[in-house]
């Protein structure tokens, strides 16, 4: 056989082994890791709660989820140790960035943009929902609103007639069969 066809054996083999290999590295940090917990760290679990770990047994860790709850997991659920210092901060909820170092953020666009705002500009910006700017022989809304209620009423009313109408014609229609095959039977 040539190594022609041989290669693509060899390269494949040769990725199966880099990432399996990788996989074991990072294994051993994960145990590693949790080895290095002792009673009064911060840790986070792998489902995202933070809690301090009271008691460190074979297989198991005692959490304290909240002050005076205990909780009992698995040591593979620890996701990651945490600092004394980033653990506080999560805790207290403290925001990471302090002093005059912080982002800056304006009140408005108009110092993103750096131009004044004109005032056909804010005009624009603004909607007015009450009045419509029509001539004065527009018909004000009022007005339209009672129109529309009285055109639906009327449609509502047809409706309503055209219905009885249709029994009325379908009673007298079961009315004339019923007679028909009344008058069959009695013969």
């Not at 943009?113 to 009022?142: Q, R, V």
């Not at 409706?159 to 039977?185: L, N």
Request: charged share 35%; no cysteine.
């Amino acid at each position: 056989m040539s190594i022609m066809t041989l290669l693509p054996f060899i390269v494949l083999i040769g990725a199966m082994f880099l990432m399996t290999r990788s996989a074991k590295k990072k294994q051993q940090a994960a145990q590693q890791m949790r080895e290095e917990m002792q009673p009064g760290t911060g840790v986070r679990t792998i489902g995202g709660m933070f809690a301090t770990v009271k008691e460190i047994h074979e297989e198991t860790v005692l959490l304290e989820v909240a002050p005076g709850v205990h909780a009992i997991y698995a040591k593979n659920a620890i996701g990651a140790v945490l600092a004394d210092e980033e653990y506080n901060r999560i805790l207290d909820g403290a925001d990471p960035i302090t002093g005059e170092d912080g982002p800056v953020v304006p009140d408005d666009v108009s110092s993103l943009t750096g131009a004044e705002a004109t005032e056909k500009g804010d005009k624009a910006g603004k909607i007015d929902l009450g009045k419509a700017e029509a001539g004065d022989d527009a018909e004000p809304a009022a007005d339209k609103a009672e129109g529309d209620k009285a055109d639906k009423a009327e449609k509502a009313e047809k409706v309503d007639k055209a219905a009885e109408a249709d029994e009325a014609t379908a009673e007298g229609d079961d009315a004339k069969d019923g007679k028909k095959a009344g008058g069959a039977d009695a013969k």
